[in-house]
């Protein structure tokens, strides 16, 4: 069965604090996405990483992928309470079928 | 730019009913997905249309269908509604087939 794994699938950290978030997917896909999702609302467009050994930064937010181990990462830097919100990553099937792993539930503590 | 945009935001039903969602892609996508987001299941693919076509299909009952029209508006229908229906339903689209994604805000479906 294909499959997006995420790690870990709930996080409280301490703000100022840097964490990585750890997702493996199980397709030979080359392309991997993270999103951003805040309670009651849809999906916003975090990255989307198109290669292998992709890195790409916005804000405290840096994504990686290595397509050889089919693992992607998200690294949050110093983190601050607007970041709280559930994050997810999904990689591409045929014809923009994305699975998505379980999401990650990210609370920043002041 | 506009985005996507999802009517009704929110729907209540009973069971047995039917519903029909719809979804307006930005401007010039032609791609439609689908998508069911529940607590139990998380996010899971329903269908994609492209140039008015079904492409693809997720694991999902044949109550669940859709279409695409020629604007690339894409509606859901959803028949002899279950309880377990109950979702936010997501549609998303994109220019290219495996380009970036847009999504919508949602329809929240809530069977009763």
């Known amino acids: 069965e294909l499959k997006v794994e995420q790690n870990p699938l709930f996080l409280s950290i301490q703000e100022g604090k840097n964490y990585t978030i750890y997702c493996n997917y199980s397709?030979?896909?080359?392309?991997l996405y993270w999103y951003r999702q805040d309670p009651g609302k849809s999906l916003e467009s975090l990255f989307v990483l198109l290669s292998n050994g992709a890195v790409k930064q916005e804000g405290r937010l840096m994504a990686s992928l290595d397509t050889k181990a089919r693992l992607s990462t998200l690294h949050i830097t110093a983190a601050v309470h607007d970041l709280s919100a559930t994050y997810f990553c999904a990689d591409l099937h045929n014809n923009n079928d994305m699975r998505f792993g379980a999401g990650t539930r990210l609370t920043v503590k002041p | 730019k506009a985005g996507v945009t999802q009517t009704p935001r929110y729907l209540i039903k009973t069971r047995g009913q039917q519903v029909t969602l719809s979804c307006s892609p930005i401007s010039g996508h032609r791609s439609v997905s689908w998508y069911q987001q529940t607590p139990g299941q998380g996010l899971q693919f329903l269908f994609e249309?492209?140039?008015?076509?079904?492409?693809n299909k997720g694991n999902f009952p044949g109550r669940f269908s859709g279409r695409q029209f020629s604007n690339s508006r894409s509606e859901m229908n959803v028949s002899t509604l279950e309880l377990g229906d109950s979702a936010l339903y997501l549609c998303?689209?994109?220019?290219?087939?495996?380009?970036?994604?847009?999504f919508g805000s949602g329809t929240r479906l809530t069977v009763v």
């Open positions: 249309y492209f140039s008015e076509t079904q492409r």
């Open positions: 998303a689209s994109s220019f290219i087939s495996g380009w970036d994604f847009t």
């Open positions: 397709t030979t896909s080359d392309r």
